[in-house]
């Protein structure tokens, strides 16, 4: 992720084509150690694509991925799967360990 941060950075400051050493200058700035592998692959991969098509094209695959409350707005209006959710739930949960108090039979340590 550092990498295409740094080719980023570097394409947004103005220059539209960043090579490695553009990429470790950025990387070296907080002082991480690059690596030529990885810095070749992202150069490779972005080479003549612009950044601002790449940009849309992400966000219309993020727009598609459900998120948070989608499934509970696609429910029918008898909300006859969120009931179902709900039993399950509660056939899940484990019955609560008995208190130690109950284990002690009424004679505490320090009474």
Do not use: C, H, W
């Not at 690596?35 to 950044?51: F, H, Q, R, Y």
């Not at 029918?76 to 019955?95: F, L, R, T, V």
């Amino acid at each position: 992720m550092r990498y295409v941060a740094a080719y980023l950075l570097a394409a947004l400051s103005g220059n539209s084509n960043p090579s490695a050493a553009d990429l470790k200058k950025i990387i070296g700035s907080v002082g991480i150690d690059a690596e030529a592998d990885k810095i070749n692959k992202i150069i490779s991969e972005l080479k003549g694509k612009s950044i601002e098509e790449l940009i849309t094209q992400g966000q219309e695959k993020l727009a598609s991925v459900p998120s948070g409350g989608a499934v509970a707005a696609s429910a029918p209006a008898g909300g006859a799967p969120a009931e179902a959710a709900q039993e399950k739930k509660e056939e899940k949960k484990k019955p609560e360990p008995e208190s130690e108090s109950d284990d002690d039979m009424g004679f505490g340590l320090f009474d």
